[in-house]
C-alpha cells in the first residue's frame, strides 16, 4: 500500500475523555472546535494560516466573544478534521488509500487551497493521488469503496470517477503486462490462502482482476462493470465470469435466507444489477446454470417481470445445457406443486422456437395440433429428452401434480429428442406409485406416453414384472420383446451376412404384421381351448424351457407368465398355456393344446388378453 507522510513536527495532540481533543503546548488554546461528539481545542493561528472557511469563521466567533466553533455535516468527521488541524500545525501526518479520500474531502471543505498558502493540503493530496494511489491496483479499489461514505463530496471531487476509470483501464491491460499484485484465490480448493503476485513467477490469468473488485458495493461495482465494457476489450465470457463471482461473493446459498426480511431489498437490488449488467451477446457469457441461478433469486425477491422475461430468454437459447437440479424452481407460495413446471415448459416451448427458427428442417413432429418444424440432425434434441425425462422423474412423486402438467411436459418435446424411452417409462413408474388412485382410463392416458419398442432389454424386464401397468402395456411389453428375440434368433442362423443388431424399422413391421395375425388367431385359440390330462405335462416343459431361451431368460411373475404363454404361438408347434387365470397360481398344471383339437366355443372372459 502507497503512503505519504507531510509535516515534520511530532504529535502533540491528545485526548481527555472520549470527546475531547487538545494540543500540548506552552501557549494557552484560544479556539474550540466542534466537530460531531467531539470538541477540538486549538490555537487560531495555525488555523488561519491554512484554511480560508476557518478564517472567516473565527473572526465571525470573535465578534461574538464566544470562541466556539460548529462546523455541521463535516466530510470524514472528527478523524478527517484532526489530519488537517495537524497538517495546520505542521505535524506529522500519514495519508494512505484508506483516510486520503477523507482528508480531500476534509481539505475542500475548509478551504485549504493556494490561494491561502503554496503547498497548501488540497495540493499535496492531489499529488499523492495521481502520482501513487491511482497507479496502484489495489489501492484504486480501497479508494472507490471509500467514497461511498463521503458522498456527496467525493461525486463532486470525481474521485470517484477517477478511480473506476483508472480500475477499468488496468483491466484491459494484457496479462503479459501486469506486474501489480492481485487476489486469485477462487480456484483454490484445499485452502482459503490469499495469493499475492508480487512477481510474475506464473502466468497471469484473464481472469485476475475479478475477484478484487468483488469487494465493491454493488453500486460501485455497476459503475467498474460498465466502464469495463465500455472500453470494448473485454470477452463476453469474462463479463459473465467476473458476475457469476460477484454473485457466489454476495448472494447468499440458502434460499431461505433470500428472502429474509432484512435482506430482501438487498438481494433485490444485487440480483437487479447483475441481469442488467449481463453481455450483450444473448447467446453467450453466461452459462445455462448461472442464469437458472439467477432466474430463482429473480422469483424468490419478486424481482419483476421484465428481470425473469430477460432470464428466460437467455436460458431458453441454452437450455439444452441445463440441468436436472438447475430446473428444480421452486413454486411461489400458495402454488399446487413444490416445483414450478410451469416455467419448465415456458422455457421448452421458447428452446424449441429457437431450433426451429435456427436450423435447417428435417422433419416435422405434431403438436397440439399444430406441426412444428425440428431439425433431426441437431445435437441439442438428444440432451433435451434426456434432460426432460430426468425432470420428469423429479416432479413425478409430487402428490398434487396432475395428469394434464405431466403429459403436457412429456409431449412437449419431439419423438427425435428421445432414441430410448426408458428415462420416461422411469417416471412413469413414480408417478404410478405416487398416485395410486388413479383411474384405468388415467393409467392408459399416462402410459400412452411411452412407446414400448423403444425400452431396453432391462426396461421391458421390469414392466413385464410391473403391477401398476395396465395389463395391455405388460402385453405390448411381453410380445415385443418376444419378437426381438425370434428375430434375432432368425437372424442368426440365415447363410445371408447380416448385422448383430436388430433394425428397428424391421422390428416395427415385424410388429405390425404379427400382431395383426396374432390378433385373430388368439380370439380363435383362446375361446377353444381344451384341457388335456397329464400326458402333456411333459411335452409343454419342453417346450416351455425352449421358449424362455428365446426370450433372453425374462423373469416374470405367475400374471405375466400366464399372458405371455398365452400370446405366442411357436413356428410349426402346438400352443402351450397355463392354466386358466382364476386359478391365481404360476404353479397350476399346464395344459396341452393342439391346433386340430380346438373348438369353436371358448369363454368370453378370456377374450380380455387379445390384442386390440
Known sequence: MKFMKLGSKPDAFQSDGSNIRFVVSELPTDVSVRVGEVRFYLHKFPLLSKSNRLQGLILRVGEDSTNEIF???????????????KFCYGMIVTLNAYNVVAARCAAEYLEMTENVEKGNLIYKIEVFLNSSVLRSWKDSIIVLQATKSLLPWSEELKVAGRCIDCIASKTSV?????????THNRKLAASDEIVEIQQRMHTVPNDWWVEDICELDVDLYKRVMVAVKSKGRMSSDMIGEALKAYAVRWLPDSYDALVVDDYMKRNRTLVETIVSLLPSDKCSGCSCRFLLKLLKVVILVGAGDALKEELINRISMQFHKASVKDLLIPAKSGGDTIYDVRLVQI???KFMVHVGSSHDINFVDKSES??????????TLLPLGKLIDGYLAEIASDPNLS????????????????????????????????HPNLSKA????ICGLMDVKKLSTEASIHAAQNDLLPLRVVVQVLFFERLKASTGVSASTSDAPHDASISRATLEEDWEGRASEHHNSLKQQLGSLKIKGDECRNSDEMKSRSTKEKSSSLLLPSRSRRIFDKLWVGKGQGETIKSSETS?????????VKPGEAKSS?????????IS
Not at 174 to 182: A, F, G, H, R
Not at 418 to 423: M, S, V
Not at 442 to 445: H, M, T
Open 584 to 592: 391365481g397360481s404360476s404353479q397350476s398344471p399346464p395344459i396341452c
Open 403 to 434: 395428469i394434464s402438467s405431466f403429459v403436457d411436459l412429456t409431449k412437449s418435446i419431439p419423438d427425435a429428442a428421445r432414441t430410448g424411452h426408458d428415462g420416461l417409462y422411469m417416471a412413469i413408474d413414480i408417478y404410478l406409485k405416487e
Open 442 to 445: 388415467e393409467k392408459k392416458r
Open 370 to 379: 399444430r406441426f412444428v418444424e425440428i431439425n433431426t440432425d441437431n445435437k
Open 71 to 85: 462546523l455541521h455535516d463535516f466530510p470524514g468527521g472528527p478523524k478527517a478534521f484532526e489530519i488537517c488541524a
Open 174 to 182: 494484457d496479462p503479459t503486462n501486469i506486474n501489480w499484485s492481485y
Open 602 to 610: 371358448g369363454s368370453s372372459r378370456r377374450m380380455r388378453y387379445s
Open 347 to 349: 422455457l421448452v416451448g
